[in-house]
């Protein structure tokens, strides 16, 4: 049977009336059953995107776990993405650097290069769903190309090859920029199908996986956790909350929450055009410009289309497909055509989602440790101080917030969680856990109200001022 995203708000004039990634690629989707009885189980993970499946994958192995998705699998920010799976984006490695030193930096950037590779190479994903080849990186204005320079410099310093194009040297379908990097060995996939496959495999080791399945309450009994889903009651020893921006603001969620900024953006697909099936195949894959807010970013698809995003706002949007008469839409289509020398093809598909940007760009991971006879109440927080073992094999119950912004990160957490899990000391907890040294963004974020309509009007601030900036600079 197959399913199309049946939490989706529908608006009034859509272009398509189902979401691009799962119409156009749809073929073999497996669905999951709602949870219809009580049970038990190691590991119960909330959410059923790339970071709770991530998980799953990792610990189902050796473990008896059970996810639960309220939705369907990848019906959060993960299925509504853009599907560029770019280390370049998803780390800056020079906020990294002066946050943690460039060891660490290293370090980051080597284990999320190394859960990519091998969550790809674990669920052999169809070529129709991964893109390999080159992106580029632009600069929108002649005052960015200093930008250029840093990036070019940072990701030598880290054995990362770029070629570098003067304007008159810029690949000739691109209009409007002043120079640009190529970045090689870049990938791109449909996130639905990323997501799915993960699923599948999971399922494949014995993970047990529950769609339309709800949790709206849990707590910790004599070390075990319960968890309301509908009049269903789950039981775990170790409980995993990957619940994502639209998550519920549970107790040991919120100080989470505090320290992301949960945002919207739109996304469109044209129809197909020559010009750009030209490009795709000829391994330009992806490109992305040096405006700090105002960006917009791109995919060449196989068959001919762009999809664009870009200039995300503050808030969050339940997923939504959209009309051709909404700005947003009007606005992309108008940016992505004054940046290319040919004609293109109208909007086809249009929607908006949201997804949470961590103040710093990392992912942010709580560890909490339930012992036996440790009846309700928080938990104790593991982990504290500088570099100690997290999450030792004591024989208690854990539970795991993860959160984060972006595909690679969500498979890197995966294998974080799965050591903490496991009782392995984690070389990443000093940078991801989620009482980190602050960086300036975030010392700034948590000075803001925890008012939900202020912290939005001030983040709403925040992102004009940073406009501003870059119309100016
Ligand atoms: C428009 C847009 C474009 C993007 N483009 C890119 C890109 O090109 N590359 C990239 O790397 N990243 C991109 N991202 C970011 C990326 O999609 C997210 O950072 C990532 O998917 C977050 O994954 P997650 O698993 O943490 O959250 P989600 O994917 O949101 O998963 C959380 C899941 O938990 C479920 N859930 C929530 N509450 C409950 C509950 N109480 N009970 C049961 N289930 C629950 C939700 O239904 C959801 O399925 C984009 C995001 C958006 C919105």
Known sequence: ?????????????????????????????????????????????????????SAALSLSQNHDVVVLEQGS????????????????????????????????????????????????????????????????????KAS???????????????????????????????TSFHGALELEGERAVNPVKLVQAIAKRAADQGCRIFESTPVTHFENSNGLFVLNAGTQTVKSRHLIVATGVRGKAWSPVASINRQLVPVKGDLIVTEPCQEVAKLAQSGTIALWDTYQMLYTYLRYLPDGRILAGGADSPGISAACLLSDKEEGVRRLHAVIQSRHNFKLPPVEHAWRASFSLPADGLPLVKVLSFGEGNDGGNGGEIGGGNGGEIGGSNGSGKLIVASTDGLPSGMLLGEVIANLI?????????????????????????????????????????????????ILS
């Open 422 to 470: 496991e009782g392995r000391h984690d070389g990443l907890m000093d940078m991801l856990r989620h009482d980190r040294k602050p960086s300036l963004s975030a010392r700034l974020l948590s000075l803001l109200p925890n008012v939900p309509a202020l912290r939005n009007t001030a983040l709403k601030m925040v992102f004009f001022g940073m406009r501003l900036k870059d």
């Open 73 to 140: 699998v990848a019906e959060g920010s993960s299925g509504f993405s853009a599907g560029i799976l770019s280390l370049a984006t998803t780390v800056d490695l020079r906020v990294v650097e002066q946050q943690f030193g460039r060891e660490n930096a290293a370090l980051l950037y080597s284990r999320l290069s190394a859960a990519v590779n091998r969550t790809l190479g674990a669920i052999n994903l169809r070529e129709d769903a991964l893109q390999t080849g080159v992106s580029i990186y632009a600069a929108a």
């Open 1 to 53: 049977m197959k399913n199309s995203g049946s939490h989706l708000m529908q608006p009034s004039a859509a272009l398509k009336a189902a979401p691009f990634w799962r119409t156009a690629f749809e073929t073999d989707k497996e669905t999951y059953p709602a949870l219809r009885h009580d049970i038990d189980c190691d590991i119960a993970i909330i959410g059923g995107g790339i970071t709770g499946l």
């Open 144 to 174: 960015h190309l200093p930008i250029l320079e840093t990036e070019r410099q940072t990701r030598k310093r880290y054995g990362l090859s770029t070629r570098f194009h003067e304007k008159s040297g810029l690949p000739s379908f691109l």
